[in-house]
């Protein structure tokens, strides 16, 4: 057994700005941010450019064993029948004491209780209004100049990564993006199951499934959970449990001295802007050539606990 | 506990054709391979569309209990010193017998004996040409229509997934790609300490590294391995191992009778290209709107154990 050398270490969060001469030859068309990492960025960021995320835009997952993921929901202001439904169905404490039913690499982990085994809750409806799409204008869609492989234009709205054809926005599927599960028919899914994206983004579901939130923290344990040997990732009955899910609860209804304040980077904020260029071009010195563009996926705003 | 229901169970590998009405339905720009999905078509592949991997080109890498990958390597006409040095390395049981020092969510895992601990084998060079790069012209690119968010043009090289600005080529970083670690300077990566790429693909990485190869069998055994909690996912001292590598072969330096054939669908192939086709718009009758695109990383060709 040997011990870890440096390596690829560096290359992400690299701990000092590169010196000019690196950052004159790395090929970027514009200079960003004078050559920080996005490390270095988010690091370096003012308390000013972090926004507090509010107690009821997030899910707390509890998994048993300290594992405890946390999801924040999409934007209350893009009204969202199933947003609304997912958060019916946790005040109704829909998905505890239940197991994680697929786990199919590369693809999606999944859980849920159909309504048909269980009445709904008040406050959810059994056939949303499929909204997988909403109107770009008020939506507060803000374009990322990128190429991209699945949309005209792509963008943030409010902390999510979004893409757009003009007259209509969506929120895109990336690594950890939480879905709503759903038959063929367009509008049997109401947030009874839901599914968290792993490895490659599966894109081919933008405007096809319901995207109501994104993971920020505990995106580990949904992604290191043995596969499934059925069909589709499906957890057969002589595989190992994949996990149990012991609770979702709004993160607001937790007693006070349980939750957790979480802020993340205001992708209004001048330190975001530095961000997406400094993923874009990356002059950290441990690059040699920038690519000048970076996928909507990996420009998601960071966040952290909330610092007093 | 409930059981699993159906959801988007059915979304990828969908069981059987749409009916036409529902691709006309799709959005669509063009009607690729009657609607059938990409599972469908990958199924329904003549053999004749199937090419044998050599077994010189497969690593086979074993993680103790009976937990093996199977590594493709880039091709060999693309002549590379890197490549050539994982093939020394191999030879020379490079990597037996270490453990994993890195696992970083949504990045990579790392191994390997730097050559400053240990004199490199014959064939190995301490210092490869840097090769991140190729001409186009002969490398047998062949483009894939496709937007890309890294490069002006995407396509495939061998059975690898690449990109180029016209010039040169490169192959791209995706989920399961192998690439070649180094320090700051570009040609401090020999070999001797690799990478594969695990989430989100980290294009930004192209042309900077050196790919060497892609896991087509056993991805899960590294894409679940426990994450580190040092800083950028090294393994420290009191985590749990995150995994042993017991060897690392050429699959042809195994034992006849131990050795497996794998066939890949061919990219020249006529069912390659309908799975591209198909890949970017999807009209299996779960989804209603297809993106008219998708993902270089998402149309890297299907391999599976040969058939007689």
Request: hydrophobic content about 35%; some cysteine.
């Amino acid at each position: 057994m040997l011990k870890k050398a440096s390596l690829i270490t560096l290359m992400l969060f690299g701990g000092s700005l590169s010196p000019a001469g690196q950052a004159a030859t790395a090929g970027a068309a514009t200079t960003p941010a004078e050559g920080k990492t996005p490390g270095e960025i988010v690091a370096q960021a003012p308390k000013s450019d972090w926004r507090a995320i509010a107690a009821d835009d997030l899910l707390v997952m509890d998994l048993g064993n300290d594992k405890r993921v946390i999801i924040e929901l999409t934007p209350k202001q893009i009204s969202n029948q199933h947003r609304n439904n997912v958060v019916a169905l946790a005040r109704a404490h829909w998905w505890d004491n239940i197991a994680i039913t697929r786990v199919q690499d590369n693809y999606v982990v999944q859980w849920g209780t159909p309504s048909s085994a269980r009445a709904l809750p008040k406050g959810a409806v059994a056939h949303p209004r499929q909204s997988y799409e909403f109107p770009r204008s008020n939506s507060g869609y803000r374009p990322v100049k990128s190429r991209d492989s699945y949309a005209p234009d792509v963008g943030m709205v409010g902390d999510f990564p979004a893409a757009s054809n003009g007259n209509t926005a969506w929120f895109t599927h990336c690594y950890g993006t939480l879905g709503v599960g759903r038959d063929y028919a367009p509008d049997t899914g109401n947030g009874t199951e839901l599914y968290i994206a792993i490895g490659q983004p599966p894109r081919h579901m933008d405007r096809n499934l319901a995207v109501v939130g994104r993971v920020i923290e505990g995106m580990h344990y949904i992604a290191t959970m043995p596969r499934g040997s059925a069909p589709m990732g499906y957890i057969s009955e002589t595989d190992p449990p994949a996990g149990t899910i012991q609770s979702i609860r709004l993160m607001s209804e937790l007693p006070r001295h349980e939750q957790t304040a979480y802020e993340v980077l205001d992708t209004l904020s001048p330190s975001f802007d530095q961000y997406v260029q400094a993923r874009s071009h990356r002059l950290d010195s441990f690059f040699t050539i920038s690519a000048d563009g970076a996928d909507i996926c990996s420009m998601i705003p960071p966040v952290r606990k909330a610092t007093s």
